[in-house]
C-alpha cells in the first residue's frame, strides 16, 4: 500500500514538502520504521542504544504502541532542518538517529523511501516517498516521534530531518 500525501505543510517549524498520512493496522504493540532495504534479520540485531519507546538499530527504529490489534495513525514530515519543540497535545516525544541507504533497486520515479511496516513479516506497510540520500550514499536522518492516544485513537507524528548520529533523547515538558 501507498501513503497518500496530504498536501499540508507545517505551520511552524523548519520547510517542510508536503507530509504524508498512513493508517497503520498494528497486530503487535510496535511497529518499525525502517532506513534501508526491508530485511527481518537486522530486527535480531537491535542495539543497547534504546528509550522505552523506541529501539533502534541504525538502519532500523521499533516504536511502540499504546495499542494492539489497532490502527495507528501516521503522520511523517520531512524538513530542512530541526524544528522547534513543540510537545503541546502529545503524550511524549524521542529523538533517534536513522541511517537511510538508498534503494539497490530504485524505481525510476522515487528513488528513495522511508518505509513504515507492523511488526510481523507481511503486515500492513507504509512506503513513504522522499527520504532522500543526497549523492545516492547513506545518509544519517534524526526522527523525532512524537505519540498521544485519545479520542480519535492513537497517533504518531515522525518528523524527519538530515542530521548527524546523536543519542535517543527522551523530550519533555
Known amino acids: ?44 540485531e537491535i542495539a543497547d542504544d534504546w528509550s522505552p519507546y523506541l529501539v533502534p538499530d541504525a538502519r532500523v527504529v521499533e ?7 489497532s490502527t ?13 519543540v513543540d510537545l503541546d497535545g ?22 528513495d523511501h522511508i518505509l513504515i511496516s507492523s511488526r510481523g513479516e507481511g503486515d500492513d506497510c507504509a512506503d513513504f ?11 544519517w536522518w534524526r526522527m523525532r516521534v512524537h505519540r498521544r492516544v485519545g479520542s480519535a485513537g492513537e497517533e504518531h507524528l515522525i518528523q524527519a530531518w538530515i542530521a548527524e548520529r546523536q543519542p535517543v533523547v527522551q523530550l519533555s515538558r
Open 1 to 44: 500500500m501507498r501513503a497518500v500525501g496530504s498536501g499540508r505543510a507545517a505551520e511552524r517549524g523548519a520547510t517542510v514538502v508536503p507530509e504524508e498520512s498512513y493508517d497503520l493496522e498494528v497486530e503487535a504493540p510496535a511497529y518499525v520504521v525502517w532506513g534501508s532495504p526491508y530485511d527481518e534479520e537486522v530486527l535480531g
Open 63 to 69: 516504536v511502540a504502541t499504546h495499542t494492539q490489534w
Open 72 to 84: 495507528v495513525h501516521l503522520v511523517l514530515q520531512r524538513l530542512d532542518g530541526a524544528p522547534p
Open 90 to 111: 502529545w503524550d511524549d516525544a524521542h529523538e533517534v538517529s536513522l541511517l537511510a541507504s538508498p534503494r539497490t533497486d530504485p524505481v525510476p520515479e522515487n528513488p
Open 129 to 139: 516517498d522522499e527520504l532522500e540520500c543526497p549523492g545516492g550514499v547513506d545518509t
